[in-house]
């Protein structure tokens, strides 16, 4: 059966790729995006499409978010403060943006027949936890407030909160999902994110900024996967009311990363260059977690999901994306 769906953050990295997929399956999709971290750019193919309707506004605008609601199905809410460099320089922005607009998008759903939600949520809740891999029922560790890094895991722990209480006392429809490191074509390196950093310096020629030793691991996740674990969770009636991890189990450190991005770009002029933490976040309020690797049993189990798309083949899709002409 045919959905209309809500993607707030539509114009941005992973809800632009999700607005590809609902339009080509024959779904209506409506957008709302403040712009403020989405690029409407990334729409443009679908200028005019009968079944797309975007909405430049605020997930922090209850009428607009109302608005936006009207006639809808189903509800992809994406929107929220990204990359560490922004959430660093933007504390008070992006903890409001997180939280106010979480409890906004939960309100309007349930005064609209209670509107099944997918809420993205991150494994920066995990916070400093040490056990590896991250289950979803394992504690979350977070440093103190003085480290300003942890306002965005508390935020995002928070919009889970609010969400499973939605879901606990009013039987709101939701589903909650934990991105690991989800990255792809389109991604931009603005905000630190690491992927596009590395892929745009290789094929520059400019060195490769490692921040700290490198050795800290991390698992990445093709946006094109990220976007079917999506669509799996909301047709699955068992994963309402749950917490389930989407990542790829494939563990690499940065500096391996590096070494890949390098290999794949085919630029041997590209160099890495360490960068200590305080250089890469001066003023401090930053702290950085060695290992972040997730345990997908219960998607797996849940959906029957799998990724398809290994390291190598992210790597070499943001490869292609960056090379095209502008």
Known sequence: MLMRYLVTGGAGFIGSHLVDGLLARGDSAVVIDDGSTGDFSRLQPHAGHPRLTVIHGSVCDELAVEEACRGVDRIVHLAAAVGVRRILERQVASIVTNVRGTETVLRAAALHGDLPVFLASTSEVYGKATQVPFAEDDDCVMGPSSIH????????????????????ERGLPVVIGRFFNVTGPRQTGAYGMVLPRFCAAALEGRPLEVH???????????????????????????????????????????????????????????????????????????????????????????????????????????????????
């Open 149 to 168: 890094r942890w306002s965005y895991a508390c935020s995002k722990l928070l919009d889970e909160f609010l969400a499973l209480a939605q879901h606990r």
């Open 212 to 326: 700290g030793d490198g050795g800290q691991a991390r698992c990445f996740l093709h946006v094109a996967d990220a976007c079917t674990a999506i669509l799996a969770l909301f047709d699955t009636p068992a994963a309402l009311g749950q917490v389930v991890n989407v990542g790829h189990p494939e563990e690499v450190t940065i500096a391996d990363l590096a070494a890949r991005v390098m290999r794949l770009a085919g630029n041997p002029a590209a160099s890495i260059r360490p960068i200590p933490y305080s250089e890469a976040f001066p003023g401090g309020g930053f702290e950085d977690m060695r290992r972040r690797v997730p345990d997908t049993n219960r998607l797996r189990r849940l959906t029957g999901w799998a990724p398809k798309y290994d390291l190598d083949r992210i790597i070499s899709d943001c490869l292609a994306h960056l090379r095209k002409p502008a």
